[in-house]
Antibody
Framework: EVQLVESGGGLVQPGGSLRLSCAAS????????MSWVRQAPGKGLEWVANIKPDGSEKNYVDSVKGRFTISRDNAEMSLYLQMNSLKAEDTAVYYCARRIVSIRSFDYWGQGTLVTVSS | DIVMTQTPLSSPVTLGQPASISCRSS???????????LSWLQQRPGQPPRLLIYKISNRFSGVPDRFSGSGAGTDFTLKISRVEAEDVGVYYCMEATQFPGTFGGGTKVEIK
């Protein structure tokens, strides 16, 4: 069974940093693109970042470029999101999602972890 | 950038009756490879999103056949043939013809 479990969310002050983790199981992690998608409270979905199976290609939404870094450890079957210079508008539930290239969609999602940026 | 517009914002439905959600893109979603990368996702209250439909009309594994997708070009529709209580939630269309993709604003399906 495919499982994605996020952790690392919490309350952080503006300008602070946080590192999110996503532990994967039930599939060959190293074969898949992985993504982070976020959802601000009461709002819709927004793709944040993608990473290629071997980690050689990374993409970001413009609003987080230069502040967020996506990475992965295939041996540990884990996905990460390092978030620096956090802003109030980064407040959201962050989901880890598996991306299927052939259908260009996200077939499995984690339960999400809440990041709150506030003083 | 492609803009995805969903209507209605909210859809009150009687149990057992059909529901229909529209999604319109600001430009054609036909990719140069001939595919149209339009998906539908369901988000039940308090739950993460769940993939229902991909490439306009293909049901994902385990999705009941009361869900169907149709459309072409810039206009797409998700239909629920007979709404059940477990179908309550927000439905999102998502285009990925232009990498990495854009979500619609969501349509809330609720029971009357």
């Amino acid at each position: 069974e495919v499982q994605l479990v996020e952790s690392g969310g919490g309350l952080v002050q503006p300008g602070g940093s946080l590192r999110l983790s996503c532990a994967a199981s039930g599939f060959t992690f190293s074969n898949y693109w992985m993504s982070w998608v976020r959802q601000a409270p009461g709002k819709g979905l927004e793709w944040v970042a993608n990473i290629k199976p071997d980690g050689s290609e990374k993409n970001y939404v413009d609003s987080v470029k230069g502040r967020f870094t996506i990475s992965r450890d295939n041996a540990e079957m884990s996905l990460y999101l390092q978030m620096n210079s956090l802003k109030a508008e980064d407040t959201a539930v962050y989901y880890c999602a598996r991306r299927i290239v052939s259908i260009r969609s996200f077939d499995y999602w984690g339960q999400g972890t809440l990041v709150t940026v506030s003083s | 950038d492609i803009v995805m517009t969903q209507t209605p914002l909210s859809s009150p439905v009687t149990l057992g009756q059909p529901a229909s959600i529209s999604c319109r893109s600001s430009q054609s979603l036909v990719h140069s490879d001939g595919n149209t990368y339009l998906s539908w996702l369901q988000q039940r209250p308090g739950q993460p999103p769940r993939l229902l439909i991909y490439k306009i009309s293909n049901r994902f594994s385990g999705v009941p056949d009361r869900f169907s997708g149709s459309g072409a070009g810039t206009d797409f529709t998700l239909k629920i043939s007979r709404v059940e209580a477990e179908d309550v939630g927000v439905y999102y269309c998502m285009e990925a013809t232009q990498f990495p993709g854009t979500f619609g604003g969501g349509t809330k399906v609720e029971i009357k």
